[in-house]
């Protein structure tokens, strides 16, 4: 219980409160999309710019870690892509873009802040390794495969779906903040104080701005039949994910407990608001993927509360 409320509760409260204001109509839409920008475009880029720039590259980056978390993740997308097929009859791209939902997890809005109010910001490491090739790889095989399924017989390869979408991939700012991060940190290039400075205002803003926008954001997508699909997302995301992330993490590569701690808990986070933005994009699945952010983050407060249970 102690987790629940010293933990995951204050996060909660926080998207709580931005879902209730714009629930009341005491925040337009277009006030809920400013604050998403800022958080998105500016202020979370500057968060992993600062990260990245810092992390120890050599400790950080546990092949342990990155397979437990990320097999977890393909092993989620599989299901959930085999599933939407074969039990709910939904067409290719359908069926993509609900794989997508089981893939991609909201490794940073909410796994960033869970772990560090449960195990301290020195905890974080991980979670970082494993965010800065999130989205560059998750964006890049979600819209290679999307792009496969839909231009199948056209005569177009997937090497040129490949590097047309990484191309755009590389364009966002959050991806651009996680590259200038490498490039800081590799290089040993030395910035000024007052640059410090400015970078710690702007990231310290980053995950309260992010998270009450979230809570705008989640008021958009009410539950809309397809309970099925939804319910399966649901339990990929945040029971089969982590539990794979575990398995392999505590008895396949012994992983150390902090590398451990940041695995099953970014693997136990609820599909983020990209997971829809994928499927509005291709038109695919919006609805159950629209739902299934909802449901499954108000569902993760429960099973988060499990996971950190069984951690050490």
């Given at each position: 219980m102690t987790a629940l409320i010293d933990v995951i509760l204050p996060v909660f409260l926080v998207i709580g409160f931005g879902y209730a204001v714009a629930w009341r109509g005491l925040f337009s839409e277009s006030a809920v999309d400013g604050v998403m920008r800022f958080a998105q475009s500016f202020a979370v880029p500057v968060l992993l710019f600062r990260s990245i720039a810092k992390l120890d590259l050599g400790s950080s980056y546990d092949p342990g870690l990155m397979i437990s978390f990320y097999a977890g993740a393909f092993a989620a997308f599989g299901l959930g892509l085999a599933g939407a097929r074969l039990l709910f009859g939904r067409s290719g791209p359908d069926a993509v873009a609900i794989g997508f939902c089981c893939l991609f997890s909201n490794s940073l809005l909410l796994g960033i802040p869970i772990t560090e109010r449960a195990y301290g910001a020195s905890a974080l490491a991980g979670n970082f390794a494993i965010i800065s090739i999130h989205s560059p790889l998750l964006y890049t095989f979600g819209i290679t495969l999307m792009e496969g399924v839909r231009s199948h017989g056209s005569g177009t390869t997937l090497g040129r779906v490949a590097v047309n979408a990484l191309s755009g991939i590389l364009r966002t700012p959050m991806v651009i903040g996680i590259l200038l991060g490498f490039m800081v940190n590799l290089t040993g290039l030395t910035l000024h104080g007052s640059i410090w400075?400015?970078?710690?205002?702007?990231?310290?803003?980053?995950?309260?701005?992010?998270?009450?926008?979230?809570?705008?954001?989640?008021?958009?997508?009410?539950?809309?039949?397809?309970?099925?699909?939804?319910?399966?997302?649901?339990?990929?995301?945040?029971?089969?994910?982590?539990?794979?992330?575990?398995?392999?993490?505590?008895?396949?590569?012994?992983?150390?407990?902090?590398?451990?701690?940041s695995a099953v808990v970014t693997a136990a986070m609820a599909p983020g608001v990209n997971a829809y933005l994928f499927a509005n994009m291709y038109g695919a699945a919006r609805r159950v993927a629209a739902s299934s952010v909802l449901i499954a983050t108000a569902a993760s407060i429960f099973t988060v509360w499990g996971w950190l249970a069984i951690l050490p």
């Open positions: 400075a400015a970078v710690d205002m702007m990231a310290s803003a980053a995950l309260p701005t992010a998270l009450f926008g979230l809570g705008g954001v989640l008021f958009r997508y009410r539950p809309e039949g397809d309970m099925k699909a939804i319910g399966m997302v649901t339990v990929l995301s945040l029971i089969v994910h982590p539990a794979v992330a575990y398995g392999l993490g505590r008895w396949g590569f012994g992983l150390e407990t902090a590398a451990l701690r």
